[in-house]
């Protein structure tokens, strides 16, 4: 059997259905090992997760909404790196604990959109608020800003977003490239931006301005071989550009008309060979790369699905999704596939 033949008959397998938030699950996160999923939720709950027993381990309740969470890409420390509406920015070591600790100090109080940690420099980059700050680590285990990227420039465009999004730079995902040198910013409503960031003053590299007319985005994420970002266009599906490139190389289209300007986390799997993404009315597909076909639906009982976290093995790879925007807090979990 070919490569390419088994990359395309990869089928995933639900192994377990999680259930402990009662409120959305706004974050997922797999520990660099694979091991352990943090989530995140709206009920303020902080959860890890036994991935292999679909078990709790350990819950930290806090009294704010949790926004995003990331462990420290090094695999020898069990480090996680929590982000809260309230502008919580605390490192979470011992999870026995019950109450996460302010441990970034970047002298802004704001909603923390997401958190991405560098595996090459140890710097930790934070959307916060309207700014992006990046950190780094001082002698006392905490962590200060050295630097806050400068404002986006304009979209080209003459058609502006809509003013009722608050008219605020809010970053929605943030990824280091090319060993910690280079920074790719995917905002709201300003496209997005790869930062040189090694010298003093960071410096426009290249940029993404979205073809689609509202020029919004939901989520992106950088492909393994920083060639592509993959970009969730808040209305049909999801599109994927060279870097440094206007116009999409190819699109991957949502099954059902659902929710229109649904926010929803798109990844990569398989090393890269596929692609996923939450989904508005629950129909989470994992789509072939190059072929753009969609392989397989991962039902999610008609909810909206708008975080998905995914994890690769050498043999296997797994996904995480998680509900939102239900009522009844029963039907609120997160379900676990794994590539048969």
């Avoid at 007319?213 to 049909?236: F, K, M, R, T, Y």
């Avoid at 870097?243 to 659902?258: C, D, L």
């Avoid at 789509?287 to 995914?310: F, G, K, P, T, Y």
Wanted: aromatic share 8%; net charge negative; glycine share 6%.
């Amino acid at each position: 059997m070919s490569a390419g033949t088994h990359r395309a008959s990869t089928l995933y397998a639900l192994v377990s259905a999680l259930t402990g938030h009662v409120d959305n699950v706004t974050c997922l996160a797999f520990a660099p090992q694979g091991d352990l999923l943090a989530s995140g939720g709206d009920d303020g709950n902080i959860i890890l997760w036994d991935v292999s027993l679909g078990k709790i381990l350990h819950r930290i309740t806090t009294s704010h909404p949790i926004t995003s969470l990331a462990w420290d890409p090094l695999e020898w420390r069990r480090r996680l790196f929590v982000g809260g509406a309230d502008g919580l920015l605390a490192i979470m070591e011992n999870f026995k604990e019950q109450e996460p600790v302010d441990s970034i100090l970047t002298g802004v109080k704001a909603p923390v959109y997401t958190i991405t940690i560098d595996a090459y420099t140890g710097h930790v980059v934070i959307a916060l608020g309207s700014e992006v700050h990046i950190a780094k680590e001082l002698e006392n285990r905490k962590y200060a800003t050295f630097k806050i990227l400068p404002m986006p420039p304009e979209l080209p465009s003459p058609q502006k977003p809509s003013k009722t999004l608050d008219n605020h730079v809010r970053a929605r995902a943030l990824t280091f490239k090319n060993c910690g040198r280079e920074l790719v910013a995917t905002y709201l409503n300003h496209g997005v931006v790869c930062w040189h960031i090694k010298n003093e003053s960071s410096v426009q590299r290249w940029r993404i301005s979205l073809i689609h007319g509202h020029q919004l985005i939901g989520h992106a994420a950088l492909s393994p071989d920083e060639s592509s970002v993959l970009l969730s266009n808040l209305s049909d599906g999801l599109d994927l550009y060279t870097v440094g490139q206007n116009h999409p190389q190819q699109s991957y289209k949502f099954s059902h008309s659902g929710k229109a300007n649904v926010p929803v986390q798109v990844a990569f799997i398989e090393h890269g060979q596929a692609v996923l993404s939450g989904s508005p009315d629950g129909n989470v597909h994992v789509w072939d790369l190059a072929s753009v076909e969609s392989r397989q639906v991962l039902e999610h009982d008609d909810c909206v699905v708008q975080v998905v976290a995914a994890f690769d093995c050498f043999e296997y790879s797994i996904i995480a999704t998680a509900t939102a925007y239900v009522r009844d807090s029963s039907s609120i979990n997160i379900k676990l596939w794994r590539s048969k």
